[in-house]
């Protein structure tokens, strides 16, 4: 008996949105890749609303915990502002992903990563350690998970080709480009 199966991908579940849709299961370095820089100025603001309102709190109305009191429970207030912040960059750099929210700059760096993935023969979404079925568990277990992130933490972290996305824009993309390139190439010899 073969050991060889590989399962049909599941179609993903696609959401009606005003953008398109980049990948439907980002991994965490494409999350963190195509934040923007917005996204880490409202990510730190949020982190330092939680430290910054804790000691606003104690200064307009003391606890008078005293020294040993004043300083865990800020160190607590920034730990939970840090989680938050980071909570607030993963959450918006999704929605980008998803097309929940305008997404041309990212749309745009997808294209440009993937024809040059296609161009140079690398595998669009990297190559991956498990095999294809847990390759499918891990994108059925994580595609879409940022919505439900405040409950169960939980990030792509495998490598697999699930993304809801068609891939064959970018092989298309990267063939016009060759083109291209071939033209110009041959007619200024």
Not at 115 to 131: A, W
């Amino acid at each position: 008996m073969s050991t060889d199966f590989k399962p049909a991908p599941l179609p993903s579940k696609r959401a009606n949105t005003d953008y398109p849709l980049i990948d439907s299961d980002p991994h965490l370095r494409r999350v963190f890749g195509y934040a923007r820089p917005s996204d880490y100025a409202v990510a730190g603001g949020m982190a330092a609303a939680s430290p910054l309102t804790f000691w606003m709190m104690e200064r307009v109305s003391p606890s008078h915990v005293g020294r040993g009191g004043f300083a865990p429970v800020m160190r607590l207030a920034t730990a939970v502002g840090l989680i938050g912040g980071l909570h607030i960059l993963y959450q918006r750099s999704c929605n980008r992903f998803y097309g929940f929210s305008e997404n041309s700059r990212e749309a745009d760096m997808d294209m440009r990563e993937m024809v040059d993935k296609v161009k140079t023969g690398q595998p669009l979404y990297g190559t991956s350690q498990v095999s294809p079925y847990l390759q499918g568990v891990a994108a059925r277990n994580s595609r879409f998970s940022e919505l439900f992130i405040h409950v169960i933490p939980w990030f792509n972290v495998v490598n697999h080709d699930q993304h809801g996305v068609d891939t064959a824009k970018y092989y298309q993309q990267a063939e016009r480009e060759l083109e291209t390139e071939r033209l110009a190439g041959g007619g200024s010899s």
